[in-house]
C-alpha cells in the first residue's frame, strides 16, 4: 500500500497535472481533495492533449478509479460538461466518482463571483464562484453531492436558504433566482450523477484496509493557500498537503510520500505580489505564443501567466509546509536556450536578508537576492535519467535540494506524459 500526495509548491500551474498523469500508473485511486473547476491540470498522453477542471488525472488508466473528494466545491454543469468532452475523446469515465460530502456549486455563486469581482474589492478571481461556494459551506447554508439523492430534502433545504441567498444577490445588483429553477438543476443533476455519488470515508478506507496504492491529487500551490499564502490573493480553500488527509479523513500516518511539484522558474495568476517577476521583456522568451499546450498562458482562463526567475525561498517554504519527501521540478526544458539564469536564493526586507516569508504587505517590498548561474544550452527534452542531463542542468538542480532540503525525483524535460528524467 502506498499513499502519495502531490501537491503545487509555488503559485500554482506547476505541472501537477503531468505529475499526477505519470503517478498514476502506479496506482489504484486518484482523489483530488480540494478546490473547483478554477484548476485546469494539463496532461498529454497517448490519449491526446487535456485539460482538466474537476476529474482527477487518473482517469485515462484503466486500472484506476477517481474520486472527486470531500474538500471540493463541483459546479455539476461543469462536471458534466467535462464527462462529456472525456467520453467524446474516447476516455472511459465510468471509474469517476464524487464524495458525498462534497459542496455543490450553484449558479447563483457565480453571480456573486462575478458581482464582487466587478466592485472595487475584486481579488482577481476566476468568477466561478469557487469562494462562494466555500463559504457558503462555512456558514453551513451550502447544499452536499448527497443531497441529490433526498430531492424532498434538498427542496426543503432551498426553501430555507434561497431567500437570504436573493438577499445577496439583490444586494449587488445581480438576477434573483428562483426555488423553482434551483430545483429543476438539481433534479437534472441528480439524475445524471446519482451513480457516481458515493460515502467517501468507507470508500477509502476499505481501500486502505486492501492495501490499494491511492493517491491525493492538490489543486494551485502553496502560496495560494487560504491560511498559509499570500492572503487575501489565495485561493478559497487549502491545497497545503495535510488538508489531502484532513478532508478525507484519512490519518496523517498513513501518508508515505508527499511530491512537491515546482517549475523551474515561477509563475503565478491573478493579483498579490509576487517578488521575482520579470519585466515583459524578459518573460517573452518564457511565454511563447499560446500555440502550445506548454505555453504560459492560464490552462483555465487562458490569462498570460506573470512570469519570475526560480524563487527559492519559496521553494523551501513549500517544502516547510507540506514536509515533501521528494521534489519533481517540471519545465526545465524551457531553460535550455539561456545563456545565463537568476535564481532568487534570499530575499531582503528593509535593507536586511530574512529567513521566513514575510507578510503579504511586506512580500511587495521585498529585495530578492539573485544568484546568476551559466546556462546550459542544450537540447534536455530527450533525457531520460537526471544524471545524464548537463552539468550546469544538474547544478542547478543540486541548488533545488540543498534550499528545499529534499532530493529532486523527477525532473520534467516536456509537456507528454513520458518526458520525464528520473
Ligand atoms: P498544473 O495546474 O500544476 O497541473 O499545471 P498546468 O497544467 O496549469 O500548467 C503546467 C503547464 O506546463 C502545462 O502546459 C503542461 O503541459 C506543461 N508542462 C508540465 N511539465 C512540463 C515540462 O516538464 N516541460 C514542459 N515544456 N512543459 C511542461
Known amino acids: 500500500m502506498a499513499v502519495k500526495i502531490v501537491v503545487g509548491g509555488q503559485w500554482g500551474d506547476e ?32 490519449k491526446g492533449e487535456f485539460k482538466l477542471h474537476i476529474i482527477p488525472c487518473g482517469i485515462f488508466y484503466d486500472n484506476c478509479e477517481a474520486l472527486a473528494g470531500t474538500g471540493m466545491v ?21 471509474r469517476f466518482f464524487i464524495s458525498k460530502k462534497a459542496i455543490i456549486l450553484m449558479p447563483y455563486h457565480i453571480s456573486l463571483d462575478k458581482a464582487f469581482e466587478q466592485s472595487k474589492s475584486g481579488v482577481g478571481s476566476t468568477k466561478r464562484g469557487i469562494a462562494y461556494a466555500y463559504a457558503d459551506r462555512a456558514r453551513r447554508i451550502a447544499l452536499r453531492m448527497e443531497d441529490l439523492l433526498d430531492l424532498d430534502y434538498c427542496k426543503d433545504r432551498l426553501s430555507d436558504i434561497l431567500p437570504m441567498v436573493n438577499k445577496e444577490l439583490t444586494a449587488f445588483g445581480s438576477e434573483t433566482v428562483t426555488k423553482d429553477e434551483i430545483f429543476q438543476k438539481c433534479c437534472e443533476w441528480a439524475n445524471k ?65 508527499v511530491i512537491g511539484v515546482i517549475k523551474a522558474f515561477s509563475s503565478a495568476v491573478g493579483n498579490g505580489p509576487f517578488p521575482t517577476e520579470m519585466a515583459e521583456n524578459e518573460a517573452v522568451d518564457f511565454r511563447g505564443t499560446g500555440e502550445n499546450v506548454d505555453d504560459e498562458f492560464g490552462a483555465r ?48 526586507l528593509d535593507g536586511k536578508e530574512i529567513d521566513y516569508i514575510p507578510s503579504t504587505k511586506d512580500l511587495y517590498k521585498i529585495e530578492p537576492v539573485y544568484r546568476v548561474l551559466k546556462g546550459w544550452k542544450s537540447d534536455t527534452t530527450k533525457i531520460r535519467k537526471i544524471t545524464d542531463l548537463p552539468r550546469e542542468a544538474q547544478e542547478y538542480l543540486q541548488l533545488i535540494e540543498e534550499r528545499g532540503g529534499v532530493k529532486v525525483k523527477y525532473v ?11
Open 301 to 348: 482562463t487562458g490569462r498570460a501567466r506573470r512570469l519570475g526567475w526560480l524563487d527559492l525561498p519559496v521553494v523551501k517554504y513549500g517544502a516547510q509546509i507540506n514536509g515533501y519527501t521528494e521534489i519533481a521540478v517540471c519545465k526545465i526544458d524551457k531553460l535550455d536556450t539561456f545563456d545565463t539564469i537568476k535564481v532568487c536564493v534570499a530575499y531582503k
Open 74 to 94: 463541483i459546479n455539476p454543469d461543469e462536471l458534466l460538461n467535462e464527462l462529456n468532452e472525456l467520453h467524446n475523446k474516447g476516455v472511459d469515465t465510468s
Open 193 to 257: 450523477l446519482k451513480n457516481r455519488i458515493v460515502e467517501p470515508i468507507s470508500y477509502i478506507h476499505n481501500a486502505l484496509r486492501q492495501n490499494k496504492n491511492i493517491l491525493f491529487e492538490g489543486q494551485l500551490g502553496a502560496m495560494k493557500d487560504l491560511d498559509l499564502g499570500i492572503y487575501p490573493n489565495v485561493t478559497s480553500s487549502n491545497p497545503v498537503a495535510a488538508y489531502a488527509c484532513a478532508s478525507a479523513g484519512v490519518p496523517i500516518s498513513c501518508v508515505n510520500n
Open 15 to 46: 505541472g501537477k497535472g503531468k505529475m499526477v498523469d505519470y503517478l498514476a500508473q502506479d496506482m489504484d485511486i486518484i482523489v483530488r481533495y480540494q478546490g473547483g473547476d478554477n484548476a485546469g491540470h494539463t496532461v498529454v498522453n497517448n
Open 412 to 422: 520534467g524535460v516536456g509537456p507528454s506524459r513520458d518526458s520525464i528524467a528520473k
